[in-house]
């Protein structure tokens, strides 16, 4: 197997893929542009932060998975990927404590306004008397929205400073806040007008596009924090700034809209920056959050070597929409589902999805197959017909 990696990943998992009997090329200076004319006879493709495009993934010709040593996918072009059958996996989870950290500091920060208070020092500017002037934290409210691995992981640290949670998640239930001590909260705007400091852990897609627009900034209390370390996309940053202006928001952002490339040292949004305490898209930049992706990384590589599909997969179908299925119990003989599968064929039946467990013993097994339609009957004879076959059975 060939592996491309495309992007920074520990020396120990470089050694780890090799022991897998894995031919390695270690590329982490590689950009987007540069991949469709490196990608080469690589079988997997190991990228962060690096972009991949439909030219790359069409200049692959052996490519058959593709990683993000991360959790978000959005840097891949993942229908793309689906359409010509190469697996996407991630390392979901394995950075969330990271991110939780900086999240909580952003928002220690902001209360307290550090960067400014070090500008100014920097500057020669004393002012105790103005950045004495803080709400602090405890008693007041942290509304997270986005509940998964990184928002739970918030929650617990931001319980240490004495913070009641509220939360949104397309997930959560009533039930499932009451059990984890925090508050549910029907929608993000309610999270919005609740809270007293609001922390977003969103992926980016369609739907959370711009989900804090005006009217969410508009709902949320006078001088409240806001906390970004999920996308820059799930925030309209010229809303953003005129709620900054009018509301007195005190603002903590990890991440932008139009984030420079890879190797672009050139950061566009310095008036915003300007109003906001901000860091450099380093949440999951972590040495334990590094060491914990490259473990999984490996983990996933071996999954696909062993089984041909790989752990963390995020392009699978969740449920295939074939509305026929059929059950084979034969004998394990060579031919068996070679006879099946020519008799569907002959009939026009596409098999959407096939699994073949064999018994202990090795003389038996059965068969599962979904269907996109209900074969013929003479079909059905022809499989009937086969010596080796014990029994089929054929539902809706």
């Not at 906001?276 to 060491?291: F, K, W, Y």
Request: charge should be negative.
């Amino acid at each position: 197997m060939n592996i491309l990696i495309a992007d920074k990943l520990s020396d120990q998992a470089v050694e780890d893929l090799k022991a897998l009997g894995a031919s390695i090329r270690f590329e982490p200076s590689l950009g987007a542009d540069d991949l469709p004319a490196s990608i080469g006879n690589a079988d997997v493709l190991i990228v962060r932060s690096t972009k991949v495009s439909a030219a790359t993934i069409d200049a692959g010709s052996e490519l058959s998975l593709i990683i993000r040593a991360g959790a978000g996918v959005n840097t891949i072009d993942l229908k793309h990927a689906s359409a010509q059958g190469i697996h996407v996996a991630n390392c979901p989870g394995k950075n969330a404590d990271a991110v939780a950290e900086l999240a909580m500091g952003l928002i220690i920060a902001a209360d307290r306004r550090i960067a400014f208070q070090a500008s100014d020092l920097k500057e020669g500017k004393w002012d105790k008397k103005g950045y004495g002037k803080a709400p602090g934290l405890k008693g007041r409210t942290l509304g997270i929205i986005g509940y998964g691995s990184i928002g739970k992981g918030l929650a617990k640290r931001a319980a240490a400073f004495g913070m009641p949670v509220v939360a949104w998640s397309r997930s959560l239930t009533p039930e499932r806040a009451e059990a984890d001590g925090i508050g549910f909260c029907a929608t993000p705007l309610d999270v919005a007008k609740t809270a007293d400091a609001v922390s977003l852990h969103l992926a980016a897609a369609p739907e959370t596009k711009n989900l804090v627009d005006e009217t969410f900034l508009s709902a949320m209390k006078d001088g409240a924090i806001l906390i970004n370390t999920a996308r820059g996309e799930v925030v309209d940053q010229v809303a953003l700034e005129k709620a900054i202006d009018e509301k007195g928001l005190k603002v903590g952002l990890d991440v932008y809209a139009g984030e420079p490339s890879a190797g672009d040292k050139t950061f566009p949004h310095t008036s915003l920056a300007a109003k906001i305490t901000g860091t450099h898209h380093v949440g999951a930049s972590t040495d334990q959050a590094a060491d914990a992706i490259a473990d999984e990384t490996v983990r996933v590589v071996k999954s696909f070597i062993e089984s041909g599909k790989p752990v963390n997969l995020v392009n699978g179908q969740k449920k295939s929409p074939a509305p026929y299925g059929l059950v084979v119990r034969h004998y394990n003989q060579v031919g068996v589902l070679a006879g099946v599968l020519d008799a569907l064929k002959t009939s026009g039946v596409n098999v959407e999805e096939m699994e073949n467990s064999v018994f202990s013993g090795g003389e038996a097994a059965v068969c599962s197959l979904k269907l996109d339609q209900e074969p013929k009957a003479d079909a059905m004879e022809k499989i009937i017909a086969q010596k080796a076959v014990i029994q089929t059975t054929l539902t809706k």
